[in-house]
C-alpha cells in the first residue's frame, strides 16, 4: 500500500495572497553587502555582460517563475509544455524571506530589466544581486511593488509577533522537572547532575505535602520562629534553598514561578554554609515542554496553559547530562535577587530515554552556534570615510547620468589616486578584453574598481572599531593597574563626588528660607502606625524643591559608601549604629545631610510591635531632646525656630495634627499621661511654622477590640469580593473561550423547537439511566443539533450507547485517571508536537504555536499514546481529538475519544499494520463498483485507487478537508449510529458528484477535484448529503465486503509460486492476520451472547408479565359477566316496578 501523508499549510500572515509573474533570469552575481543604489546599475550592467558572454549550449537566460508573498520570495524554473514536472530536476534557484531584499532597481533605459540585491550570508558581509527580464516591461513596476509590499507585510507582522511561539522551527521536548539547585559558581563540575539528583531522592523522603516541602531543621534554627524548614545536604561547590510550591501560580515567570529565593535564606546560607536541596511536588503535574527558540529557552506547562520559564541564551553559562542518570539533563542559569545582585540555579530535568536527551543536548549546541552567529550578524554594516567602498560609492555618484567621454575622464581621475601596480593591473586587464567602445570599457573598469575595494574592504577596519579597540584596551590596561593607581582614581572619583555635594547643599541652603516659610496639608495617622512613619520618612527627602539637588549627593554616598570625607564637620559628629530590624519592617537609615545629622537609635526595633502607649511617645520625645542636644552643640542659633523645619515636617508626620476636628480636643494634656523629661540644656517649643503638636488621647482596650473587628469583618468582606470577581472573570473568560471555539459556520440550521426539544432531553433527571426512544432520537439528530450544546449532546449518546450495550468489547482500556495520566512521558511526544501545528492551522483556537489549544490538545494526546501503548499514537488522530475538544472540555473530551476507539471501533483502523485501512478500502471500492458503476469504471481506467484520496477522509474523519460544520455533522451521525457512516457519507459525496468527475480525463485532475474541489462544496448539497446518509443502510454489504476480502487474499497466497520461505512468511502472517480477525469475531459473538441472554432474561420477564395479565383478564370476565347478570336483574326489577305504578287496579303485593 503506498505510503499516507497530509499536508495542512500554516499561513502565519491573515490574508495571504502570493502571486506568481513569468519571468527571464538573465543571471546573478555575488557583491558585498555594503553595495550601495549608485553601484547597482554597473552591477546589473557586469551582469547583462556576462550572460552575453555565454555559450550557445547554457544559453544566458532561461525562463523561471517569481513567487512574492509575505511568507516568502521563491523563484523556481519553468518547465516547459511538453517537460513533466520533477522535483529532483526543478529545485528553486533561490527562496528568502522578503525582508532580505534591500535593494531593488528598474533600468530606465531598458525598462523590460530589473534587478534585486538580496542578503546572502550576513556573517561573511555577501549579499547576491539577481538580474531578471520581463516580456512585457509594463509589468516590472507591479512585480517591484509586489516585493515591496510583502517585505513591509512581513516586518510588521515580525514587529506585531515578537515572541518565539510563532518560530515555526522552534524545537519543543517533553521534559519531567525534578527541582532546582543553587549553585556557587556560573560553571559546574561533570557529576553536578548526578548530585543533584541524589539530593532530591535523600531529601523528598522526609517532605511533607504542605504548602512549604519542608524536611528536619538544621540545630540552631529553632529561634527563628515559624518559617520554611531546611534539611542540609552537605555537598561541595553546591548550595539549595527550601522549594515553595507555585505551580498553582504557572503565570509568574523564571524564578518566581518555581520558587521565590528570599534575600534573608541567602544571606543565612551563604553565611552558615547550609546547602539545602529543593525537589519538586511529586502529587503536581511536572511535565513541561522543553522548547529551544532562536534566542531564549521556554518552559511550557500543559497543565496551566502558561509560561514556566524562560531563559534567554545569554543567561544560560552552563548545560549537561548525567553520567550515571543518562536519562537527565540540567542547565545553570542566571537570577537576580531581589537586593539588586544575582545567583546562579541549577534546573534539572528527566527525559523518557538517553537518546532524546542526546538530542536536547545537540539541538541546544546548535541553537547557541546560530544565535551567536546571527548576533554577530545584526550589528548594522556601515560604511566609515575610511572604507574602500566608501570612495567606490562617492565615484559612481560623481558619474552617475554622466555620458561615457565624462565618464572615462572622472574613472582616469580615481585611477590615478591607486598605487602604480594596481593601475598596471587594471589596464591589463581591460586590455584583455578589448572593449568595443567607452561604454563598456567604463563598465570594465568599475567591474574591476568594485572587485579590487571589495578584497580590501574583508579586510578594512573600520574608524569607529579602531576608538572601540583603544578603549577596551584602556580598560584593560587600568584593570591591570597596581593598586595605588586604583586608589588614585578612587580619590579622583571622591572629589567630584565632594564638589558636586557642595554645589548641591549650597543650592538646598539658599533656598531654605523660602522652604520654611511653606506649609504642607497633611493628612492625621494613628499612633500605631506613628513609629513605622518615623523610621521610614527620616531617609526620605521632604521638599519637592530640593529631591533634584539631593539625588547627586545620595548616589555620591553609595559609591563610597562613606561620609567621612565629605566634609570636615563630619568628623566631629556621632557616627551611627545601624538598626537590627527585622525584614518586616522597611526601616532605613536616616540621611546624612548638614541640617539633619544622623541620629543614634537606643530603643530596641521591638518597640515597634507593642501597643500604642507612653512607650512610642517616650522615644518620640527623647529624640526630639537629642536633636536639640545637636543644635546646640553645633552652636546652631534658635532665637526663631527651636526645631529645624525637617524635624517640623518630621514631627507633624509622626504624631500629626487634627486641628480641623475641635480646637479644645488638646488642650487638657493631663490625660495623656507622664511626659518623658525634656533636655537640660534647652527647653523644646512646640510653636515653629506649624503650630503646636498635639498627642492623641490613649485608647482603650475596648476601642481596640473593636477596631479589630471592623478591620477583620472588613478584610472578610474583601476576601468575598475577590472570590467573586475571579468568579465572575472565569465565567466571563471560559464564554469567551467558548465562543472562540465555536467559530465555524452551521450546516444544518437548528430551529427553535428542535433546540427546546435537545433542552428537555438533557434536562431529565438521572437521564444516563433511562432508555430513550431510538427513533425519537434519530429524528431529532436529523432535525439538527444546536452547536451550543452539540458537546453534551454526545455525551448522551454515548451514554444511550452503553445502556443498549450494557457488554462492553473484551478491549477495554485500563481504567488510569486522565489526571495521572498526564503526570507521565510519552515516547510519541515527537509525532504528537509535530502534528500539532498541522492539526486546523486556520482556527482560531489551534493557530497560536504552544497556545492554550494546542496544550489541551496535546495533552489528549499523549494521555492517549499512554492508555493504549498498541496504537500509541497515528496520523490523523489529532483531528478527531481536535474536533472533540472543540465541543467539551479537555477531559470530557478524552473520554469522548476513548468511547470513539473502543466502542465505536474506530481504533482499529490506526494498528501499525493498517490492515483495517486496507479493508476499508476495498469495502469503498465494492460500494463503488455496486452503487455507481461508471464511476468506479472511469476510476479504474486511470488507475486511482480510494487510497489515493479516501484514507486521509477515513483517518481523520473528513476533518482535515472538509469545513468544520460538516464535520460536526459527520460526527452527530458517528455517535447515533457507529463508524459505518465514514462509508455512507464517502459514497454519497462521490455519487453526488459524478457527473463533474467524468468529465476529468487525467489523473492529477481527477484527483485535484476530489481532494481540493469537493471538500468546497455548498451548504445545500452539505446538507443533502447529510439526509441522505440517514436514509442509507449498507451494514450488510460492508460485512460481506469483509469476509470476500479475506477470501480473496487466501486465494491470492495460495495461488502463488513462491518459494517454501516467503510461502511460509505470508502464512504465519495470514495466520496472525486471522487469529485478530478471529478474536474479533469471538469479541462480537461474546457481544451477541450477553445480547441474548439479556433478550431470553427479557423474554422471560414479558412470558412471566403474560400470564399475569392473562389471569388478570380472566378474573376481570368473570367479575364482568357477574356485574352483567346483576344489571339485568336490577333492569328486570325496574320494569315491574314501572308496569305497577302505571296501572294502579294491579293488586299491590301483599306483605302490609
Known amino acids: 500500500m503506498e505510503p499516507i501523508t497530509f499536508t ?18 538573465v543571471g546573478s552575481l555575488p557583491v558585498h553587502s555594503l553595495t550601495t543604489m549608485p553601484m547597482l546599475p554597473w552591477v546589473v550592467a557586469e551582469v547583462r555582460r556576462l550572460s552575453g558572454q555565454s555559450s550557445k549550449k547554457e544559453p544566458g537566460t532561461k525562463p523561471v517563475r517569481l513567487c512574492v508573498s509575505p511568507s516568502g520570495l521563491r523563484c523556481e524554473p519553468e518547465p516547459g509544455k511538453s517537460q513533466q514536472w520533477d522535483p529532483l530536476i526543478c529545485s528553486s534557484i533561490f527562496e528568502c524571506k522578503p525582508q532580505r531584499v534591500h535593494k531593488l532597481i528598474h533600468n530606465s533605459h531598458d525598462p523590460s530589466y530589473f534587478a534585486c540585491l538580496i542578503k546572502n550570508d550576513a556573517a561573511n558581509q555577501q549579499s547576491i544581486c539577481y538580474v531578471f527580464k520581463a516580456d512585457d516591461q509594463t509589468k516590472v513596476p507591479e512585480i517591484i511593488s509586489s516585493i515591496r509590499q510583502a517585505g513591509k507585510i512581513a516586518r510588521q507582522e515580525e514587529l506585531r509577533c515578537p515572541s518565539e511561539f510563532d518560530d515555526t522551527f522552534a524545537k519543543k521536548f517533553e521534559v519531567l522537572f525534578c527541582g532546582r539547585v543553587a549553585v556557587a559558581h556560573r560553571k559546574a563540575p561533570p557529576a553536578l547532575i548526578d548530585e543533584c539528583i541524589e539530593g532530591f531522592s535523600h531529601v523528598s523522603g522526609g517532605f511533607s505535602s504542605d504548602q512549604f516541602r519542608s524536611a528536619p531543621q538544621p540545630p540552631g534554627d529553632g529561634e527563628r ?68 527558540g532562536q534566542s531564549e529557552v521556554y518552559l511550557i506547562s500543559p497543565d496551566t496553559k502558561k509560561i514556566a520559564l524562560q531563559k534567554n541564551f545569554k543567561e544560560i553559562s552552563f548545560c549537561s547530562q548525567g553520567i550515571r542518570h543518562v536519562d537527565h539533563f540540567g542547565f545553570i542559569c542566571r537570577e537576580s535577587s531581589g537586593g539588586g545582585g544575582f545567583h546562579f540555579v541549577c534546573y534539572v530535568f528527566q527525559c523518557t530515554n538517553e537518546a532524546l536527551v542526546d538530542e536536547i543536548m545537540m539541538t541546544l549546541k546548535q541553537a547557541f552556534t546560530v544565535a551567536a552567529v546571527q548576533q554577530t550578524a545584526k550589528a548594522p554594516a556601515q560604511l566609515c570615510e575610511g572604507c574602500p567602498l566608501q570612495s567606490l560609492h562617492k565615484l559612481c555618484e560623481r558619474i552617475e547620468g554622466m555620458n561615457s567621454s565624462k565618464t572615462k575622464l572622472e574613472l582616469q581621475k580615481h585611477l590615478t589616486t591607486l598605487t602604480n601596480q594596481e593601475q598596471a593591473t587594471i589596464f591589463e586587464e581591460v586590455q584583455k578584453l578589448r572593449p568595443r567602445n567607452e561604454q563598456r570599457e567604463n563598465e570594465l573598469i568599475v567591474s574591476f574598481l568594485r572587485c579590487l575595494y571589495e578584497e580590501k574592504q574583508k579586510v578594512h577596519i573600520h574608524i569607529g572599531e579602531i576608538k572601540q579597540t583603544s578603549q577596551v584596551a584602556a580598560e584593560n590596561i587600568g584593570s591591570e593597574l597596581p593598586s595605588s593607581a586604583t586608589r588614585f582614581r578612587l580619590d579622583m572619583l571622591k572629589n567630584k563626588a565632594k564638589r558636586s555635594l557642595t554645589e548641591s547643599l549650597e543650592s538646598i541652603l539658599s533656598r531654605g528660607n523660602k522652604a520654611r516659610g511653606l506649609q504642607e496639608h497633611s493628612a492625621s495617622l494613628d499612633l500605631d502606625n506613628s513609629m513605622s512613619s518615623m523610621f521610614s520618612n527620616t531617609s526620605k527627602e521632604p521638599s519637592g524643591c530640593e529631591k533634584e539637588a539631593l539625588s547627586t549627593s545620595e548616589s555620591c554616598f553609595r559609591l563610597l559608601g562613606s561620609s567621612d ?36 537609635c537606643q530603643e530596641p526595633p521591638q518597640l515597634v510591635r507593642g501597643s500604642p502607649g507612653v512607650s512610642q511617645r517616650k522615644l518620640v520625645r527623647d529624640f526630639e531632646s537629642k536633636a536639640d542636644h545637636i543644635n546646640d552643640a553645633n552652636r546652631t542659633p534658635v532665637k526663631t525656630r527651636r526645631h529645624s523645619w525637617r524635624q517640623q515636617i518630621f514631627l507633624r508626620v509622626a504624631t500629626p495634627q487634627k486641628a480641623c476636628e475641635s480646637p479644645k480636643r488638646y488642650e487638657d494634656y493631663s490625660e495623656l499621661g507622664d511626659l518623658p523629661p525634656r533636655s537640660p540644656l534647652e527647653p523644646v517649643c512646640e510653636d515653629g511654622p506649624f503650630g503646636p503638636v498635639p498627642e492623641e488621647k490613649k485608647r482603650t482596650s475596648r ?66 439511566k433511562i432508555k430513550f426512544d431510538m427513533e425519537k432520537m434519530h429524528s431529532a439528530v436529523g432535525q439538527g443539533v444546536p452547536r451550543h ?20 468489547c473484551k478491549q477495554q482500556p485500563k481504567d488510569t485517571p486522565y489526571k495521572e495520566l498526564l503526570k507521565q512521558l510519552t515516547s510519541q511526544q515527537h509525532a504528537i508536537l509535530i502534528d500539532l501545528g498541522r492539526t486546523f492551522p486556520t482556527h482560531p483556537y489551534y493557530s497560536a504555536q504552544l497556545g492554550a489549544g494546542q496544550l489541551s490538545l496535546y495533552n489528549i494526546l499523549k494521555a492517549y499514546s499512554l492508555l493504549d501503548q498498541e496504537v500509541g499514537y497515528c496520523q490523523g488522530l489529532s483531528f478527531v481529538a481536535g474536533i472533540l475538544l472543540l465541543h467539551m472540555g479537555e477531559e470530557e473530551a478524552f473520554n469522548m475519544l476513548k468511547f470513539l476507539m473502543f466502542d465505536m471501533g474506530l481504533r482499529k483502523q490506526y494498528r501499525p499494520d493498517m490492515i483495517i485501512l486496507q479493508i476499508q478500502m476495498y469495502q469503498l471500492s465494492r460500494l463503488l463498483h455496486d452503487y455507481h458503476r461508471d464511476l468506479y469504471n472511469h476510476l479504474e481506467e486511470h488507475e486511482i485507487g480510494p487510497s489515493l484520496y479516501a484514507a486521509p477522509w477515513f483517518l481523520t474523519v473528513f476533518a482535515s478537508q472538509f469545513p468544520l460544520g460538516f464535520v460536526a455533522r459527520v460526527f452527530d451521525m458517528i455517535f447515533l449510529q457507529g463508524s459505518e457512516v465514514i462509508f455512507k457519507v464517502a459514497l454519497s459525496l462521490l455519487g453526488s458528484h459524478k457527473p463533474l468527475i467524468l468529465q476529468h ?49 487466501e486465494e491470492l497466497i495460495d495461488s502463488s509460486p513462491l518459494s517454501d520461505n516467503q510461502r511460509m512468511d505470508k502464512l504465519e502472517k495470514t495466520n496472525s492476520s486471522l487469529r485478530k480477525q478471529n478474536l474479533d469475531l469471538l469479541e462480537q459473538l461474546q457481544v451477541a451472547n450477553g445480547r441474548i441472554q439479556s433478550l431470553e432474561a427479557t423474554v422471560e420477564k414479558l412470558l412471566t408479565s403474560e400470564n399475569k395479565l392473562k389471569q388478570a383478564t380472566l378474573a376481570l370476565e368473570l367479575e364482568r359477566s357477574a356485574l352483567l347478570q346483576t344489571v339485568e336483574q336490577l333492569q328486570r326489577q325496574m320494569a315491574e316496578l314501572g308496569s305497577r305504578e302505571a296501572d294502579p287496579t294491579l293488586p299491590k303485593p301483599s306483605g302490609d
Open 1001 to 1049: 480525463e487525467n489523473l492529477e485532475t481527477i484527483v485535484d477535484f476530489i481532494k481540493s474541489t469537493l471538500p468546497n462544496l455548498g451548504l445545500v448539497q452539505m446538507e443533502k448529503t447529510i439526509s441522505q446518509v440517514f436514509e442509507t443502510d449498507i451494514s450488510k454489504q460492508l460485512q460481506a465486503y469483509e469476509v470476500e476480502y479475506h477470501v480473496l487474499q
Open 565 to 600: 570625607d565629605l566634609s570636615s564637620d563630619s568628623e566631629s559628629q556621632p557616627t551611627e549604629e545601624p538598626a537590627l530590624l527585622s525584614p518586616k519592617q522597611g526601616f532605613r537609615r536616616r540621611a546624612n545631610t548638614l541640617s539633619h545629622v544622623p541620629v543614634e
Open 8 to 25: 495542512a499549510r500554516k499561513h502565519p500572515f491573515p490574508n495571504e495572497v502570493s502571486v506568481d509573474f513569468g519571468l527571464q533570469l
Open 789 to 808: 450544546h452539540r458537546g453534551e449532546i454526545w455525551k448522551f449518546l454515548a451514554e444511550q450507547y452503553h445502556l443498549k450495550h450494557p457488554f462492553p
Open 225 to 292: 520562629g515559624p518559617r520554611p524548614m531546611r534539611k542540609s545536604f552537605s555537598q561541595p561547590g553546591l548550595r539549595s534553598l527550601a522549594f515553595r510550591k507555585e505551580f498553582q501560580d504557572a503565570g509568574l515567570r523564571s524564578s518566581s514561578f518555581f520558587s521565590s529565593f528570599e534575600e534573608s535564606d541567602i544571606e543565612n546560607h551563604l553565611i552558615s554554609g547550609h546547602n539545602i536541596v529543593q525537589p519538586t511536588d511529586i502529587e503536581e503535574n511536572r511535565t513541561m515542554l522543553f522548547t529551544i
Open 703 to 768: 476601642e481596640l477590640r473593636e477596631l479589630w473587628q471592623k478591620a477583620i469583618l472588613q478584610q472578610i468582606l474583601l476576601l468575598r469580593m475577590e472570590k467573586e470577581n475571579q468568579k465572575l472573570q472565569a465565567s466571563e473568560n471560559d464564554l469567551l473561550n467558548k465562543r472562540l471555539k465555536l467559530d465555524y459556520e452551521e450546516i444544518t440550521p437548528c430551529l427553535k423547537e428542535v433546540t427546546t426539544v435537545w433542552e428537555k432531553i438533557l434536562s431529565t433527571p438521572g437521564r444516563s
